[in-house]
């Protein structure tokens, strides 16, 4: 059996493309910060700030997928956007110094990426993979975190950063977020309700990972996005729609989130419109290509 080694493993996206992997005949071997004490596949623990790979964790490796990163939905402190920037740029880096040395040359590395990469600017434009990175934080991360994905071409190896929007998802992620309050009835629209909201149901982007390790012909960078354009209005008002709600409430005044979240408030006043049309032009088709559709998977 062919090896796939994945970090971030434990995540949302992370284990159901484990367990699809593991269901299509691959070995799959995953990299933890701390032993699990029950796991269905073979775990190396790693601490990439302290230079510690347990041994064997690399050998045989045909595909490294790299998910690991810390949520970028907590304050962000400039302690935590350090943190959100070298789990993603320095534990890829880590793990490319670490092949070099053992003379591992696996067939690809596929990497998370997300769609920051454009900024998070509602405009008349429609983002696509040609778009240059915005210079703002999460543009940053995302350049320098492709770039060190791109780095293990000099392995030898076919990379893949997958661009991904905001993760819709039976249980956890995003989703859990904006439902509360409207379950509590007290939902409203952000700001002007008028930024885009990109999106990707779970199932698709799990999909979108195995095409891209399965299809050799997938190469460089790919948005990770359904193609359903909504704005935050729309969006509250469709989650209330299957949940039952009603939204009551004037929209929610920007100065307010801004108050309470800080510069991370940029992720829910603004937001991009986002073009898939690279993943599809490569034959694949989305399961879940409107807003009512994925919501109805989800929620009921």
């Known amino acids: 059996m062919k090896k796939i080694l994945i970090s971030g493993a434990t995540g949302l996206v992370g284990k159901k493309l484990a367990r699809k992997l593991y269901e299509r005949g691959y070995q799959v071997e995953i990299l933890v910060r701390s032993k699990p004490q029950k796991s269905d596949f073979k775990s190396y ?3 990439y700030q302290n230079g510690f790979l347990e041994d064997g964790a690399l050998d045989n490796t045909y595909i490294f997928i790299h998910l690991a990163g810390a949520s970028i939905s907590n304050r962000w402190t400039k302690s935590y956007k350090e943190e959100i920037y ?3 740029v320095d534990s890829a880096q880590f793990i490319f110094e670490e092949m070099q040395k053992r003379n591992i040359h696996p067939e690809a590395v ?3 990426s997300a769609v920051g990469i454009y900024g998070q600017q509602t405009s ?3 983002f696509s993979e040609e778009d240059a990175p915005a210079d703002d934080f999460l543009g940053t991360v995302c350049k320098d975190w492709e770039q060190k994905a791109y780095q293990f071409k000099n392995l030898g190896s076919r990379v893949v950063c997958i661009r991904t929007a905001t993760v819709l ?3 956890g992620g995003a989703l859990e977020v904006l439902k509360k309050p409207i379950e509590l009835n007290l939902g409203a629209a952000l700001g002007t309700g008028h930024q885009y909201f990109s999106w990707i149901h779970l199932d698709d982007l799990v999909n979108i990972y195995f095409k891209a390790v399965e299809d050799v012909s997938i190469n460089g960078s790919y948005n990770a996005s359904a193609p359903d354009f909504v704005d935050n209005k729309t969006l509250t008002d469709k989650i209330a729609s299957h949940l039952g709600k009603k939204i009551w409430l004037p929209n929610m005044p920007a100065f307010v989130i801004k108050l309470a979240l800080g510069e991370m408030s940029t992720l829910a006043l603004d937001g991009s419109r986002i073009s ?7 034959g694949f088709k989305f399961m879940y290509n409107n807003l009512d559709a994925a919501l109805r998977d989800v929620i009921n």
């Open 169 to 171: 998802s039976e249980k």
């Open 86 to 88: 070298k789990s993603r």
């Open 110 to 112: 596929i990497s998370s």
């Open 45 to 47: 623990v790693w601490d």
């Open 276 to 282: 898939p049309a690279k993943i599809e032009n490569s």
């Open 124 to 126: 008349v434009n429609i």
